[in-house]
């Protein structure tokens, strides 16, 4: 019965290997080698998905190997990298610090020379962006611990990954909702920058509980430490 023989216990034994190749060495180099071995011809059709996903991060020549032997319309095409857990793990942990650097900065100017940031120099809009500091403070903490706890595995990442988007998506409609009844965006130069911002904020959001929702049994999985 296919899948349950010797060679077949081998073979997955060998994409374990690979899988550890794909996901801590990060030697494409090194991984066209290893599938350059004769046994691995008939088992890369079988080759789990998630290995596959983090193999196509590595480009040529190690995705035109695996096309070669899986082709494009049985690998489901783009799909895989955006179901991908392992891909799109290290690529939110780096925006979740980008973000807490940002906010960090921001205010670090906002508070040495604001003109610099500031939008308008209105007594209004002045008191209004003077509340946002100890809130931002939150959301700059809250991305760092979330970008630890994915970095690391752990499944408090359920935890701070929903506090991350939904903090950010709070802080980004009461801008938004200030910006439009105050005439913000229609100003020159600082309006373009504040809508820019307040975008990023929101959609950085979305994206951050997209993520969680998405990938919230692998967040969740054996792998993960509390």
């Given amino acids: 019965m296919r899948g349950r023989g010797p060679s077949c216990?081998?073979?997955?034994?060998?994409?374990?290997?690979?899988?550890?190749?794909?996901?801590?060495?990060?030697?494409p180099q090194r991984i066209y080698r290893f599938l350059q071995q004769p046994c691995l011809a008939v088992s890369l059709p079988h080759m789990s998905a998630h290995c596959l996903r983090a193999a196509q991060a590595f480009g040529s020549p190690l995705s035109q190997r695996i096309s070669k032997v899986w082709p494009q319309g049985e690998r489901g095409g783009g799909r895989l990298a955006l179901h991908s857990f392992e891909l799109w793990r290290p690529r939110v942990v780096l925006w979740?610090?980008?973000a807490a650097a940002f906010l960090t900065l921001y205010w670090t100017i906002w508070f040495a020379d604001r003109s610099l940031v500031a939008s308008s120099h209105s007594a209004g809009y002045l008191a209004f962006e003077q509340s946002f500091p100890l809130a931002d403070a939150w959301l700059a903490g809250s991305a760092l611990m979330a970008a630890a706890a994915l970095r690391a595995g752990r499944a408090s990442s359920v935890l701070w990954l929903p506090i991350v988007g939904g903090a950010a998506i709070y802080l980004g409609a009461l801008d938004v909702l200030y910006d439009l009844e105050n005439g913000i965006y229609a100003r020159a130069g600082g309006g373009s920058v504040e809508l820019g911002i307040n975008l990023i904020t929101i959609f950085s959001g979305v994206g951050v509980l997209r993520f969680c929702w998405r990938f919230h049994r692998q967040l969740l999985g054996s792998r993960a430490r509390p």
């Avoid at 216990?9 to 030697?27: E, K, N, T, V």
């Fill in 9 to 27: 216990i081998a073979q997955r034994q060998a994409l374990r290997s690979l899988w550890h190749l794909l996901h801590y060495r990060r030697d």
């Fill in 96 to 98: 979740l610090r980008v």
